[in-house]
Nanobody, 124 residues
Framework: QVQLVESGGGVVQAGGSLRLSCAAS????????MGWFRHAPGKEREFVAA????????TYADSVKGRFTISRYNAKNTVYLQMNSLKPEDTAVYYC?????????????????WGQGTQVTVSS
């Protein structure tokens, strides 16, 4: 069974940085696009970023563009989310997800597999 495990969450002050990791197992990692979503209390789950199978293309939500960077290291079956200039509104549980195909889906229902999430808290 496919497993995605996030790590790297924590508590930081506004303006700080965190790097999230998502390690995948039991799947052909290079055959999947990878995405990050987040879910904050009282808000809908929202798309954050996605990266293509090879890492050659990516896309971001407007709310994080210019601050967050998604990357992947296929040899380690790992996708990363570098988060800079963090804001209190970035506080959420962050989830990684995997999807087969050539596109960069931004809808949660298009993804095939999900991790259990890691908490990110940004204080002011």
């Amino acid at each position: 069974q496919v497993q995605l495990v996030e790590s790297g969450g924590g508590v930081v002050q506004a303006g700080g940085s965190l790097r999230l990791s998502c390690a995948a197992s039991r799947l052909t990692f290079s055959g999947y696009a990878m995405g990050w979503f987040r879910h904050a209390p009282g808000k809908e789950r929202e798309f954050v970023a996605a990266i293509s199978r090879s890492g050659g293309s990516d896309t971001y939500a407007d709310s994080v563009k210019g601050r967050f960077t998604i990357s992947r290291y296929n040899a380690k079956n790992t996708v990363y989310l570098q988060m800079n200039s963090l804001k209190p509104e970035d506080t959420a549980v962050y989830y990684c997800a995997a999807v087969r195909g050539l596109g960069l889906p931004v809808n949660h229902y298009e993804y095939d597999y999900w991790g259990q999430g890691t908490q990110v808290t940004v204080s002011s």
